[in-house]
């Protein structure tokens, strides 16, 4: 069975702190890996990763994938309040996304 | 760029009525929709796809009949939660993607409260 899970559940962590969550995966037909923050409505997307070894970056966030050792990170850098969101990892298969449980982060003023 | 559009953004109403939410892509052609459901403090569950112009493919567990889903034109699809009930109150989220190879991008979501 497809699944994806993401550590750890919940993160506190100080202004100013660099964060790092995971996602990993077993999934059949993988196509990508898509990192999104949601706050109190639905996800925005952040980042969508198809190949091994190649960052993408955005500001203080940044991924990467590791396609055979079936993993992501999601970088945070300089943490700020705003930051404050559950991040969720997608893996896209052949027809449908599989979502993991999400990290849920809060930064602390 | 990639906005989706949801409406309404909060419902409430009575038991037995039916309900409509709407999901439009404003800004680019979605092939592809989906309709998620989302519990709390749980990541989303997804229920059909729908691609423009076919039938909805829903998951399994998931009432076609109660929760009719339309995909008349690339930019627009509509849920209809027929006679719902208080066990169908929930956050439910669209989003749509232009092409295989696109991330899905997502509405606000509604959240549907049936007394």
């Known amino acids: 069975e497809d699944k994806v899970v993401q550590s750890p559940l919940s993160l506190v962590v100080h202004e100013g702190d660099t964060v790092t969550l995971n996602c990993s995966y077993e999934v059949t037909n993988f196509r990508s890996l898509l990192w999104y923050k949601q706050e109190k409505k639905a996800p925005t997307f952040l980042f969508m990763l198809t190949s091994s070894g190649i960052e993408k970056k955005s500001g203080r966030l940044s991924s990467i994938l590791d396609k055979k050792e079936l993993f992501s990170i999601l970088n945070i850098t300089a943490t700020q309040t705003g930051d404050s969101a559950v991040y969720l990892c997608?893996?896209?298969?052949?027809?449908?996304?599989?979502f993991g449980t999400g990290t849920r982060l809060k930064v602390l003023a | 760029g990639a906005v989706v559009s949801q409406h309404p953004s909060w419902v409430i109403c009575k038991s037995g009525t039916s309900v409509k939410i709407e999901c439009r892509s404003l800004?680019?052609?979605?092939?592809?929709m989906f309709w998620y459901r989302q519990f709390p403090k749980q990541s989303l569950m997804l229920m059909a796809t729908?691609?423009?112009?076919?039938?909805?493919?829903?998951e399994q567990g998931v009432e076609k009949d109660k929760f009719l889903i339309n995909h008349a034109s690339l930019t627009l699809s509509t849920l209809t939660v027929t006679s719902a009930h208080p066990e169908d109150s929930s956050f439910y989220i669209c989003s749509a993607r232009s092409s295989i190879n696109q991330p899905q991008h997502f509405g606000d979501g509604t959240r549907l409260s049936i007394l």
């Open positions: 997608a893996v896209a298969g052949t027809y449908k996304y599989i």
């Open positions: 800004d680019f052609q979605a092939t592809t």
């Open positions: 729908s691609n423009e112009g076919s039938k909805a493919t829903y």
